[in-house]
T-cell receptor
């Protein structure tokens, strides 16, 4: 079984809709991250969490919110989706020593 | 703050030829460095990492990278390309003790038969 899972894998939605992307991990890591990937821009950090009570904004958090329901679960919400949030979204976890990050398979989100 | 520059957004090589992907970083302290690979419709997979041990790092699938502090570089190489190496490759940097991993823009590798 995969160590980091994301649901859904693909989602098409309309402008203005609320969307939640979910991430679960079995690696036992405390640190979890949400990134978006756009062509030519690499990966950009949206939010990160060091534990259930510690959630922090990344470089592009506007228009997004997160919830850390448990050590193993970290959800990303788009409160009112807009077309420029169309992207590939990745969840990741990391260890405490070298910040090696382990990625989920991604969610491809299309906002029409 | 760290930043990463990958030279060349697309690289095309012949099967059996050398693969060379360039990565330069800026960091105020000796960093941790990573190369990740992304195959189509998949997440990122770690190829190799440098964490202040040996400067020549060997990874999976025959890839290796050399940390050169004087050049602030961490270029990725593979002596002989295989069709299965077609993918997008990302260089990333992290300062020791920092939570943040900064990614380059990525290099797409195509392999010609």
């Amino acid at each position: 079984d995969a160590d980091v899972t994301q649901t859904p894998r693909n989602r098409i939605t309309k402008t203005g809709k609320r969307i939640m992307l979910e991430c679960s991990q079995t690696k036992g890591h405390d640190r979890m991250y949400w990134y978006r990937q756009d062509p030519g821009l690499g990966l950009r950090l949206i939010y990160y969490s060091f534990d259930v009570k510690d959630i922090n904004k990344g470089e592009i958090s506007d228009g997004y919110s997160v919830s850390r329901q448990a050590q193993a679960k970290f959800s990303l919400s788009l409160e009112s989706a807009i077309p420029n949030q169309t992207a590939l979204y990745f969840c990741a976890t990391s260890d405490l020593y070298y910040n090696e990050q382990f990625f989920g398979p991604g969610t491809r989100l299309t906002v029409l | 703050a760290q930043s990463v520059t990958q030279l060349g957004s697309h690289v095309s090589v012949s099967e059996g030829a050398l693969v060379l992907l360039r990565c330069n970083y800026s960091s105020s302290v000796p960093p941790y460095l990573f190369w990740y690979v992304q195959y189509p419709n998949q997440g990122l997979q770690l190829l190799l990492k440098y964490t202040s041990a040996a400067t020549l790092v060997k990874g999976i699938n025959g890839f290796e990278a050399e940390f050169k502090k004087s050049e602030t570089s961490f270029h990725l190489t593979k002596p002989s390309a295989h069709m299965s190496d077609a993918a997008e490759y990302f260089c990333a940097v992290s300062d020791p003790g920092d939570y943040k991993l900064s990614f380059g823009a990525g290099t797409t590798v195509t392999v010609r038969a």
